[in-house]
C-alpha cells in the first residue's frame, strides 16, 4: 500500500513563493512518475508538474518559469518551489505517483494524496 502525504500549502501574496513537499510511504523499492496536480474551485483537475526516477521534467505551460519540480528517489519524496505565485495558483495541490514498485510486486494504478491547499491573496 502506498501512503501520500502533502504539506507546505498556505496562503502567501501575490509574488510570493511556496514550498510544497510530499513523501511517499510504504512497501516502497521505486517509483517511475511523480507529479502535482491541482484543481481550483469549479475546474477540473490538472496536471502542474511532473518527474520521472531519471530527472525527466513535464510542467503546464501556465507555470513553466515559475515552478520547479525536483525529487529525492532514496526517501521517496518529491518537492514544488512555486515562485511568483498568481491569485490564478489557487487551488488544491494534490501529490500523484504512478509506476510503483512495491516489495511484494508491482503496482499498476496512480496513487493520490489528500492534498495542500494554496491560496494566493492579497
Known amino acids: 500500500q502506498v501512503r501520500l502525504v502533502e504539506s507546505g500549502g498556505g496562503l502567501v501574496q501575490p509574488g510570493g513563493s511556496l514550498r510544497l513537499s510530499c513523501a511517499a510511504s510504504g512497501s516502497i523499492l521505486s517509483i517511475n512518475v511523480m507529479g502535482w496536480y491541482r484543481q481550483a474551485t469549479g475546474k477540473q483537475r490538472e496536471l502542474v508538474a511532473a518527474?520521472?526516477?531519471?530527472?525527466?521534467?513535464n510542467y503546464a505551460d501556465s507555470v513553466k518559469g515559475r515552478f520547479t519540480i525536483s525529487r529525492d528517489n532514496a526517501k521517496n519524496t518529491m518537492f514544488l518551489q512555486m515562485n511568483n505565485l498568481k491569485p490564478e495558483d489557487t487551488a488544491v495541490y494534490y501529490c500523484?505517483?504512478?509506476?510503483?514498485?512495491?516489495?511484494?510486486?508491482?503496482?499498476?494504478?496512480?496513487?493520490w494524496g489528500q492534498g495542500t491547499l494554496v491560496t494566493i491573496s492579497s
Open positions: 518527474i520521472t526516477s531519471d530527472g525527466s521534467t
Open positions: 500523484n505517483v504512478a509506476g510503483v514498485v512495491l516489495t511484494y510486486g508491482y503496482s499498476d494504478q496512480e496513487h
